[in-house]
């Protein structure tokens, strides 16, 4: 992992790309995160849940594999290793499958997470020139931000305003 002082001295395209890689991490994390939830949920709200994480992964599963090909086509390498692939410092979804709230906040803040780490992305990307990075970051944290929303939605009001 890059240290704060080691990502001080980086150039504004390294540091870009190596976010970049990080987000592929995040993406392949929340990927599994959502097959969890998925798969565990129960509970009054196990049909809405279960059909919204479907979509959810499905679209996850597209663009993990879009964020690896402009990551090669920058001839970057992405992770080698399954772990290498899924680490991620994002909040762990509940174990405890009767929380259905939990694991439902837990994806909506992860998802919020993403978003606003493709938003610094964005940043990066348009500072140095890079049009083609700017626009998957935008795209990504687009799609974050919905799936943030529509999950944050399926939680009781006193909740929502927690992520």
């Keep these: 992992m890059v240290t704060k002082m080691a990502k001080m001295k980086m150039d504004p395209k390294t540091t870009c790309y190596c976010h970049l890689v990080q987000l592929l991490r995040d993406t392949s994390y929340l990927l599994n995160q959502t097959y969890i ?17 479907q979509d959810s992964y499905e679209e996850l599963q597209e663009a993990l594999d879009v964020i690896a090909e402009h990551i090669r086509s920058l001839d970057i390498s992405t992770p080698m290793t399954v772990e290498d692939l899924n680490r991620s410092s994002m909040e762990a979804v509940p174990t405890d499958y009767a929380d259905q709230d939990g ?30 990075t700017l626009d998957l970051a935008v795209e990504r944290g687009r799609a974050h931000k919905k799936f943030q929303w529509l999950l944050k939605s399926n939680l009781d009001c006193s909740c929502q305003h927690s992520s």
Excluded: C, P
């Excluded at 439902?104 to 780490?117: E, G, K, M, P």
């Design 103 to 132: 694991m439902i906040r837990a994806l909506a803040i992860n998802n919020n997470l993403l978003a606003d780490s493709f938003n610094l992305l964005a940043e990066e990307a348009e500072a140095m020139g890079d049009q083609l």
């Design 37 to 53: 939830v998925h798969w565990n949920v129960m509970g009054s709200k196990f049909y809405a849940i279960h059909k919204l994480t």
